[in-house]
Structures are given as C-alpha cells and as structure tokens.
C-alpha cells in the first residue's frame, strides 16, 4: 500500500513563507504527474500547482509569482515553496501522484495565515 505523507504545514503571519513537502512511501515508477492542491473551509478543492516528470510546471493564477513546485525523481518527493502567504491562502493543503500503475492523494496538511 502506497502512501504519501505530506509535512511542513503551519501558523504564519501574512507576508511570510512555508515549504510543504510530500514523499512517497514507496518507490513508483512511472510518476506523470506531482502536485498540490487545496481547499479551504466551505470551498471545493483546487488545483494549487503541478509538476510532470519532464519538469513542466503549471500554477493557479493566484498563486503565480509566489510559489514554487519542485520534484525530487529518485525520492519520489514533491515540495512546495510558498512565499509572500496570504490570508486567503489559508486551506488544507493535499499532494497528489499520477502514475501509470497508482494515483492517490497524502492526507493533507493545515497551512493557516494569519493576517
């Protein structure tokens, strides 16, 4: 059974930074596609950034400029830099996988900003 287990969430002040990291339990092969989502209480889930296994990386409007996704392909880790948090940033913070053998979300992670 695969696991992803996410760490680095928190309590910041508005205008600081966190870095969120997601490692697979085991090793995948075949990775596509790593990346993080989110959602806020009373909201759907959203699509935060994403990283292919070339590197190509796409991001939500609201958040380009101020975080960055980054892999790790021999540790079947995905991280997140978040710079510049906002308020509004503030949401359970989940990675996902996508291979061609097992796709699944981590358990998420509370990242809350205070203003």
Do not use: H
Not at 93 to 105: A, E, I, M, V
Request: a positive charge.
């Amino acid at each position: 059974q695969v696991q992803l287990v996410e760490s680095g969430g928190g309590l910041v002040q508005a205008g600081g930074s966190l870095r969120l990291s997601c490692a697979a339990s085991k090793i995948i092969f075949s990775i596509k596609r790593m990346g993080w989502y989110r959602q806020a209480p009373g909201k759907q889930r959203e699509l935060v950034a994403t990283i292919t296994s070339g590197g190509s990386t796409n991001y939500a409007d609201s958040v380009k400029g101020r975080f960055t996704i980054s892999r790790d392909n021999a540790k079947n880790t995905v991280y997140l830099q978040m710079n510049s948090l906002k308020p509004e940033d503030t949401a359970v913070y989940y990675c996902k996988l996508d291979s061609d053998f097992w796709n699944g979300w981590g358990q998420g992670t509370q990242v809350t900003v205070s203003s």
